[in-house]
């Protein structure tokens, strides 16, 4: 079999697997839609019917992007030790998830951030900081999972020369698939809610965790379970001896690349508890236990997953290569689909083709199930927060999920855009900022609210606008934006900030601005709402 053959085989292959998925989602999108009412708990929670099995899936099908999939084992193929600090991050986060937001969201929201902090202050103006906050972490999320989406398939299809000339002919492959993607993700949201996307986040869970561990078992098989072996031949190939296996590769240039390590790993660790799309997640089970049992489901499937993570970066540098790695995506996104090629029995083989499609197909699914779960979060921030607070009286819960339906379509058409607009950008640094921002505006409004007796509605308005505004400008501000060829806007030079990300900054600030605006402010917090919240967060007494 020649090399254009076994291209085309694999396109076929992918575009066939890609084809199936798509399909059995949009029956389960028909299924629901047929069966589910129009009310806002259906809509928002799915009827808060999920046992912690079924949520704790559909929670790691949320937050196992395809960013980890092919990412994380990218970064581990092309700088060792450091790149696995990634996974590391990743899973760290959970625990904080675990410990300090699963139960108490049950018990205290409804739907949205904006429930969790509106009951104990003045109701207007903190949904509508929390709906700003909520609405643009989501579309960080989607333009980063939309831009990689296009990126993926054009990698991992072909060029676009070879697509333009072969039997699945398209002018320009990533435009389609970001168009494609926005569009699926508002059929999803829009027709079938959070009870199609849940069922769409298991299913891609479980795609997801047979794929890695297929993978993995492989990688094993091929080093005879030796991972001592494994690891040698990864540092022999990558081409930095012993460097590989320590500490520094990636990070240790200079201060600002460590404080730019420890800057990511803030906002990946507190990041996750401010994710819109994961705190809405807790709402959908019956009760608190099942919430914190739900974490613990999640907490087991992404931490095997991340695992996995490592021996496939370790793997992909082993078999593959660092350098064939490099020449084939500079960023490593490729490593697993080039490790899935050589262990299936390299180009130009059946088995290589098969592998190498499904690892592309899985991936796929992996980006079309998280904007699902984020279109939802936002459409329900825009309709339960800020359309409801806005429009102040008169709003009835079946106007309000039309108002949610028609929000999917709006931030699905402007994710698009923006996605399009995007495509040169880094990906990964959408989803640092994405992340960031969550820590930086999200997190200590929660927590404060939460856990300070004190706390009141300028405290909660200071800690979501000081953490979000300067998130932003220092990210405008930095050498991702300006100031070096890899820059976004390569031909101009206003860095003012070092660093590539705001987190060792903007967290310490959001939290700073809400204490500060707290002790400032005019008003006293009500002692009786404090009680009430910290008893209901504590018992589920009245919970919704």
């Known amino acids: 079999m020649n090399g254009s053959t076994a291209t085309v085989q694999h396109q076929t292959l992918t575009l ?7 399909a059995a989602t949009l029956a389960i999108t028909t299924w629901v839609s047929r069966r589910r009412r129009a009310s806002a708990v259906e809509f928002y929670a799915g009827g808060r019917l999920y046992s912690p099995m079924e949520n704790g899936f559909a929670l790691s099908g949320d937050y196992m992007s395809a960013a980890s999939f092919l990412g994380i084992s990218g970064l581990i193929a092309l700088y060792g030790y450091d790149g696995m600090l990634y996974s590391v991050g990743f899973l760290v986060a959970w625990l904080v998830v675990l410990l300090l937001v699963a139960e108490l969201v049950r018990n205290c929201g409804r739907f949205t951030l904006g429930d969790v902090v509106a009951a104990r202050m003045r109701e207007r103006p903190v949904r509508i900081a929390a709906g700003v906050s909520c609405v643009t972490v989501s579309l960080l999320y989607l333009v980063a999972q939309m831009v990689g989406a296009g990126s993926l398939v054009t990698v991992l299809l072909g060029d676009a020369r070879t697509l333009s000339s072969g039997p699945w002919a398209l002018a320009d492959p990533g435009t389609w698939t970001v168009v494609g993607v926005g569009a699926l993700m508002v059929v999803y949201v829009a027709f079938g809610g959070m009870r199609a996307t849940t069922w769409i986040q298991i299913v891609k869970a479980v795609l997801l965790m047979g794929g890695a561990v297929a993978l993995t078992v492989f990688v094993l098989v091929r080093f005879r379970g030796d991972l001592a072996a494994l690891l ?35 906002a990946l660790v507190l990041g996750t508890a401010g994710l819109p799309h994961i705190l809405s997640r807790f709402c959908t089970v019956p009760t608190a236990r099942a919430a914190r049992r739900s974490a613990v489901w999640a907490i087991g499937l992404i931490g095997g997953f991340y695992l996995m993570t ?9 078999v593959v290569g660092t350098d064939a790695v490099r020449a084939s995506s500079p960023a490593g996104n490729t490593a697993v689909p080039l490790l899935a090629l050589d262990l299936g029995g390299g180009a130009g083989t059946t088995g290589g083709a098969v592998l190498f499609a499904v690892v592309a197909a899985v991936a796929f699914a992996t980006i079309l199930a998280v904007v699902a779960g984020v279109t939802l979060a936002s459409s329900a921030s825009a309709a339960h927060d800020l359309y409801a607070s806005l429009r102040r009286r008169g709003t009835t819960q079946r106007g309000e999920v039309r108002v949610a339906r028609a929000s999917a379509v709006v931030i699905g058409a402007v994710a698009i855009g923006l996605g399009l607009l995007a495509r040169e950008m880094n990906v990964a640094f959408l989803v640092g900022l994405a992340f960031a921002v969550a820590a930086s505006a999200n997190l200590p409004v929660l927590l404060y609210a939460l856990f300070w007796r004190r706390f009141t509605t300028r405290g909660a308005l200071w800690a979501v606008y000081g953490g979000l505004v300067p998130a932003v400008v220092l990210v405008a501000l930095s050498p991702v934006v300006s100031g070096n060829p890899q820059s ?57």
């Open 16 to 22: 066939v697997l890609f084809g199936v998925f798509v």
């Open 232 to 266: 040698t031949t990864a540092s022999e190939r990558s081409g930095h001896g012993r460097d590989f296996l320590a500490p520094g590769l990636a990070y240790g240039e200079d201060w600002t690349a460590r404080l730019d390590f420890i800057s990511l790993g803030l």
């Open 310 to 318: 490592i021996v496939l970066g370790f793997g992909a540098a082993a």
């Open 488 to 544: 976004l806007v390569p031909g101009a030079d206003f860095a003012l900030f070092p660093l590539q990300n705001p987190g060792i900054v903007s967290v310490p600030l959001g939290f700073l601005a809400g204490w500060l605006g707290t002790v400032t402010s005019r008003e006293s917090a009500d002692p009786a709402t404090y009680a009430e919240t910290e008893v209901r967060a504590l018992t589920g007494a009245g919970a919704a």
